[in-house]
């Protein structure tokens, strides 16, 4: 694909239509069935959705539509139709719970809410709180309504389904947009404990797309298995399977990642390091029981028989596990990005051989600076700045446009990154997922019986508590267990999974703290299991 | 049902057959990840023949409770 034509995310899907025609692009699992969609099917059901959005859009700023649900061609084409005309996607976490999911509509300004018919249950609720949404759009209906009448009795006015839009629009061409259109407000969890919305531009994406080189091919095949509002999957599972004209597989659970591997037979996948520890303990399992067979030759059946390369980001790659997959005969690549920055700063070349402990070489055109320890980076993929909200997007980024990563390391001669700590208290979960522990304490604090609280990374996350001596001090013990247990396991319920503190340790002495009273997070904690 | 669920979780866990009970915890005793989990999940619709609703997992937290769910799908 000749980069020097594609400034903003319209070229690159036209372009790549135009080169790949009906080539399998998408193939996603219907049923016991494989549903494939061409490039040009992909690009035209998109520009059917860009001429949706813009009759509700109505000629006048463009509008903000937020987009839920699991990996699925609908989803993709929602989302794409909704950027190619110069509009926002708002893709939200499918864990999010229904208050989270009010709070981002009404706080992204939303107007357009494409979601999973899953989700279906909540949209009265949703209508009640979210005034600014006027369309509600479902976009993967598994099974089609009974009857039409008892479908217009539950859908009110404006309810569309997704296949209703594909019917009735035209897969006309988009007018060309400013490589400056907002294409997406994608939501980060920050340290303050609430979510931060990262403004990335039509060009932020189309940087990072074409910032490394050589990474695909047309005969690739990857199967994409991270959660699709994720900006690490958007961007390199999707953006630069349409680069390179490679096929995308969408795996429809991470409960069936070994079923899918041998399904789709994929050359690629970008995987979070706990999916690559997962996988790498079934092919030991297996090794095991069959010793005669090379662990090699199993690994090589465990992925499907065609897989060569792993990338791997969004937390910390132990280099044990690296080598592991090395002498497996998989490339197992580490790199290193974040939301702000569309997500990659640093990746490993293909051809890169020995060091395991960088987190990659410097991505093209991107400069890095080292300012008491803090990396600091500025290239064409960093953000415009926080939504609405001034006063993070200043703690992030610098008057002269030099982005925060809020991480501590240093850059060799040979433009490698070494991290070596993480400025942010931000918990960054084995699965990538990450918890701002001030958010939870928040939580904890309101209860009376706690009189301080610190939330970590402990394998799971922990909360370790010490109990308020007024409340609890003539308490037996087991009382006190079981009111604690009690109170985390209601919080929980309130959480998404990936935020249930899994385990809590009970203290007999106060928390470190500093002169100012804050909480010292490196501080040893000794806390009893409970 | 208990020795399946025990030859399965072996496979993601250093631990003898025997130390895994109905009351074990997957995370706190077994030391199971979330996507650990997940597999194990995967494995069991397999094995029974059932179909896992992926809302009702976070539910999930003992091999008992996890038994308990695969025969109430498999009705």
């Known amino acids: 694909m000749d980069k020097t034509k594609i400034s903003i995310i319209l070229d690159l899907a036209r372009e790549s239509a135009r080169e790949n025609g009906d080539r399998v692009y998408i193939r996603e699992k219907a049923g016991k069935d494989i549903r494939d969609k061409s490039f040009n099917d992909f690009y035209r059901d998109a520009c059917r959705v860009c001429g949706f959005v813009n009759e509700v859009r109505g000629g006048g700023e463009p509008v903000h539509a937020a987009v839920i649900g699991p990996s699925s061609y609908a989803w993709i084409i929602s989302y794409f139709g909704t950027v190619f005309a110069g509009n926002t996607a708002v893709p939200l976490d499918a864990l999010l719970n229904t208050e989270g999911i009010v709070e981002l509509l009404n706080r992204s300004d939303s107007s357009i809410f ?152 994929p050359t690629i996948k970008l995987v979070v390091p706990m999916i690559a520890k997962t996988i790498y303990k079934q092919i030991k399992a297996a090794a095991a029981a069959k010793p005669e067979i090379p662990a090699a030759a199993i690994a090589h059946a465990v992925f499907g028989g065609r897989l060569k390369l792993m990338y791997s980001g969004g937390a910390y790659l132990s280099p044990e596990l690296q080598k592991a997959y090395n002498d497996m005969g998989i490339r197992l690549l580490q790199g290193y990005g974040m939301t702000e920055c569309a997500p990659r700063i640093a990746c490993k070349p293909i051809d890169c051989v020995g060091l395991l402990e960088d987190v990659g070489t410097l991505v093209s055109g991107c400069s890095v600076k080292i300012e008491d320890g803090e990396i600091l980076v500025k290239s064409h993929s960093v953000m415009a700045g926080y939504y609405k909200d001034p006063e993070e997007t200043e703690k992030s980024l610098t008057p002269d446009g030099w982005l ?100 809590i340790r009970l203290r007999d002495a106060e928390f470190e703290k500093t002169t100012s009273k804050k909480l010292i997070r490196s501080q040893s904690v000794h806390g009893k299991a409970i | 049902m208990l020795d399946k669920m025990r030859s399965i979780i072996c496979n993601y866990v250093d631990i003898s057959p025997e130390d895994i009970t109905e009351d074990s915890n997957l995370t706190d005793d077994l030391g199971l990840s979330s996507y650990d989990i997940m597999c194990v999940l995967g494995e069991l619709e397999e094995e029974f023949g059932v179909i896992v609703d992926e809302a009702e997992i976070v539910d999930i937290h003992t091999i008992g409770e996890a038994m308990t769910y695969s025969k109430s799908l498999q009705g």
């Open chain 1, 114 to 265: 494409f979601y999973d018919a899953r989700y279906e249950k909540l949209i009265p609720l949703l209508k009640q709180n979210c005034p600014g949404v006027v369309k509600y759009v479902c976009i993967n209906r598994s099974a089609p309504a009974e009857s039409p009448a008892e479908s217009s009795a539950e859908s009110p006015a404006g309810d569309l389904e997704l296949t209703e839009i594909l019917e009735k629009y035209a897969p006309n061409e988009p007018a060309p947009v400013s490589p400056d259109a907002l294409a997406a407000i994608s939501y980060t969890s920050g340290t303050t404990g609430k979510s931060k919305g990262v403004m990335l531009l039509n060009r932020n994406f189309i940087d990072n797309t074409m910032c490394c080189d050589n990474e695909s091919d047309a005969d690739g095949v990857v199967l994409s298995v991270l959660p699709i509002h994720h900006i690490y999957c958007f961007t390199c599972d999707i953006l630069l399977t349409m680069r390179y004209g490679s096929q995308l597989c969408l795996n429809d659970s991470l409960m069936h990642i070994p079923q899918n591997l041998k399904l789709f037979q």
């Open chain 1, 404 to 503: 925060r990563t809020g991480d501590l390391g240093y850059v060799d001669e040979e433009n490698r990154l070494f991290l070596t700590g993480r400025k942010k208290n931000l918990i960054i979960l084995s699965g990538g997922e990450n918890v701002s522990p001030e958010e939870l304490e928040n939580k904890l604090d309101e209860l009376d019986f706690v009189a301080e609280v610190m939330v970590y990374d402990d394998d799971v996350l922990c909360a370790e508590i010490f109990p308020n001596p007024d409340v609890c001090g003539i308490m037996p013990e087991e009382e006190l267990v079981k009111q604690l247990k009690d109170a985390v396991a209601g919080i929980n319920k309130t959480l998404p999974a990936s935020k249930m503190m899994r385990r």
